[in-house]
Nanobody, 116 residues
Framework: QVTLVESGGGLVQPGESLRLSCRAS????????MSWYRQAPGKERELVAE????????NYADSVKDRFTISKDNSLNKLNLQMNSLKSEDTAVYYC?????????WGKGTLVTVGS
């Protein structure tokens, strides 16, 4: 079955960086578009970044553009999110996502906390 496992979250100070990873299994990772979402306390889940199957096309939420970079390593079945210049408003649980055959699949998420 489709499995997505995120890692790399933690507590950082404003201006610092984190790199999230998502290890995927149970489907052909190399031919699927992937994305990262996040959900802050009391808010709805929102799209952060998405990448097409071969990694050549990316799209970002305006709030993270020029700070976050999504990438896809098809040889390792791994999706990454490099987050630089983190802000307090980036605090959220970050989720790896894939949609296959009309079904949305999510990991359990990894918590990113920016600030004290």
């Amino acid at each position: 079955q489709v499995t997505l496992v995120e890692s790399g979250g933690g507590l950082v100070q404003p201006g610092e960086s984190l790199r999230l990873s998502c290890r995927a299994s149970g489907f052909t990772f190399s031919i699927n578009d992937m994305s990262w979402y996040r959900q802050a306390p009391g808010k709805e889940r929102e799209l952060v970044a998405e990448i097409n199957w071969n990694g050549r096309t990316t799209n970002y939420a305006d709030s993270v553009k020029d700070r976050f970079t999504i990438s896809k390593d098809n040889s390792l079945n791994k999706l990454n999110l490099q987050m630089n210049s983190l802000k307090s408003e980036d605090t959220a649980v970050y989720y790896c996502h894939v949609r296959k055959n009309g079904i949305n699949y999510w990991g359990k998420g990894t918590l990113v906390t920016v600030g004290s």
